[in-house]
């Protein structure tokens, strides 16, 4: 597959601060469950001008930190439906809705998920110590 900015989503930098409450609706549990059915142990890299990217397995060498202080894993998901997106990107969802590019929703909530699935305890938090 041809990896493009049209595979990736939810690398943002948020500019709006952490809403008090997640948003917890349908299309936080499909960006969840995508990550956690996922497959991580990716590294998505932009290379140029173009939006043309890289993909290569393995793990990052460091992490990114949301403006709010939530923390990324080393590593980047390929997710359901052939899209790649970061660790954070359920909690981008969840918390930092009104960042989030209506494209990007619009591919998430072309998503499946389990009706019965229950996210994991911090999937919308990053990682924290």
């Not at 389990?114 to 996210?119: A, E, F, G, L, S």
């Amino acid at each position: 597959m041809k990896l493009t900015a049209e595979n990736i989503i939810l690398f943002i930098h948020p500019t709006e601060e952490k809403t008090k409450k997640p948003i917890l609706d349908e299309i936080s549990y499909k960006i969840a469950y995508a990550i956690e059915t996922g497959k991580p142990n990716f590294v998505v890299g932009f290379l140029d001008k173009n939006k043309k990217a890289s993909i290569s397995k393995g793990m990052t060498l460091g992490h990114h930190t949301c403006k709010c202080g939530a923390t990324s894993e080393g590593s980047d998901y390929k997710i359901a439906e052939g899209l790649y997106t970061n660790s954070l990107g359920a909690h981008y969802v969840a918390f930092h809705r009104n960042d989030v590019p209506k494209s990007d929703i619009e591919k998430i909530s072309k998503l499946t998920y389990k009706k019965d699935y229950i996210p994991r305890q911090g999937i919308f938090d990053g990682v924290t110590d």
